[in-house]
């Protein structure tokens, strides 16, 4: 699911192919593909709560970095 919208995984590429240019690569297709997914499992991470606080974030890096 992104934005909302609900489709199945084929339609979802459907959409990617019939916006991508004829001469598109494989690794042009995969990419974007790769893009979309990462974007959905994103989206569903903020959607289930699976997110954290920019002030973790910079304590989490603080603590990893050394200051």
């Known amino acids: 699911m992104i934005f909302g919208e ?3 995984a084929k339609e979802a ?4 192919l ?3 240019p004829e001469d598109s690569t494989f690794e042009d297709i ?3 593909i790769y893009v979309r997914e990462k974007i959905s499992r994103a989206v569903e991470d903020i959607e289930q709560g699976r997110v954290l606080e920019h002030e ?4 989490r890096l603080e603590k990893w ?3």
């Open 6 to 8: 609900i489709m199945s």
């Open 13 to 16: 590429v459907r959409r990617i």
């Open 18 to 20: 019939d916006k991508l």
């Open 30 to 32: 995969q990419y974007h």
């Open 56 to 59: 973790d974030v910079k304590q």
């Open 65 to 67: 970095l050394g200051d």
